[in-house]
């Protein structure tokens, strides 16, 4: 990460309109991935206590500022370095979102997701979202296979524990727009758990 994408602003839609309606006084939320901040800003603007991660200093000094930018309060949003494949945030929270964990180099996904459903608060939710399918410009030959909402349900144990009310698995496709400014879509999924 190199600190120089755009900077939209904009939360991730599935994220709002997942956790948006959700009483957030006084609760407390994990944002996993933070990248520059976006969501993080969100929920802290929506009354969250944020603890916002990423393994990139230059995602997390973009992150500061844009929440600066914004007028979030500076005790809204912890900041928090973390390599999460070899540490994991020590407590619990209210709301834990993991988005897009994915990465082309070794990551021990299925060990971080299990870890955050762990660290959710009885009552909490856990909020996992990644790719299904990418558009085909981005890619020459076959596109990299991404874990299924089963493979998610399977990673975080909510497959064989009474622990966890499945609130939605979906696919949701994403509008974006191609390098030569063409529309076009790819697929996410979302595993949307509350613990009980």
Known sequence: YDGKRPWSGKPNAILVEEVGG??????????????????????????????????????????RAHAADAGVADDAITWQRADLGAEFPDGTWDLITAFYLHSTVELARADILRKAADA????????????????????????????????????????????????????????MTDPDGNLCTRTDNLVHLRRT
């Open 22 to 63: 959700i009483d957030a006084d006084g609760k407390t939320a994990l944002d996993l991935g933070c990248g520059s901040g976006a969501d993080a800003i969100w929920l802290a603007q929506q009354g969250w206590h944020v603890t916002a991660v990423d393994i990139a200093d230059a995602a997390l000094a973009s992150g």
């Open 120 to 175: 959710v608060k009885p009552g909490g939710t856990l909020l996992v979202v990644g790719h299904w399918t990418m558009p085909a410009w981005r890619f020459d030959g076959d596109p990299p296979a991404f874990p299924s909402t089963d493979d998610v349900l399977a990673d975080v144990g909510a497959d064989e524990s009474s622990d966890w009310t499945v609130v939605r698995t979906a696919a949701r496709d994403v509008a």
